[in-house]
C-alpha cells in the first residue's frame, strides 16, 4: 500500500456523520468498520517500518556503540509524516474503497427471501 500517494489528510477533519452512515445506516456501525480498517492499515504500517529499521539494527550489547544512521532518522521522519490510521481508513471509506459485509444482515435478508 503506498501510503504517499492517499488523499488523506495529515491532521484531524472535521466531518459530517451523516456522510459516514450513508452506506450503512447506522454510524456505530460505520465507525466499527473504520475502527477495523484502522487497525489493518496500522498493522501493514508497523510491519513495513520494523522491516526497513530491521536492516540497521545492531546486535551488539553495548552501548558505546550506539551511533545515529542518517537513513534511520530519514525513514522514522517519513513515517512520523504519514497521515494516522485512522485518517487512512476513513478517507478509505468516504471513498468506497472499503469491502465490509455483514454476516447477520445477509443471513436476515436471504430469510426474507424465502419467507
Sequence with gaps: MDYKKSKAPVNTVT?????????????????????????QI???????????????????????????NREQIEISRYYEKLPKPTLL???????????WRDPAREQQESDDILS
Excluded at 16 to 26: A, K, V, Y
Excluded at 89 to 99: G, L
Design 15 to 39: 466531518r459530517n456523520i451523516m456522510d459516514l452512515c450513508e452506506e450503512t445506516g447506522n454510524i456505530y456501525e460505520s465507525v466499527a468498520i473504520i475502527s477495523k480498517r484502522a487497525n
Design 42 to 68: 496500522s498493522v501493514q504500517i508497523k510491519e513495513d517500518l520494523s522491516k526497513k529499521l530491521a536492516e540497521f539494527a545492531s546486535y551488539n550489547d553495548s552501548l558505546e556503540e550506539v551511533f545515529e
Design 89 to 99: 481508513a476513513t478517507q478509505e471509506f468516504v471513498e468506497d474503497k472499503v469491502y
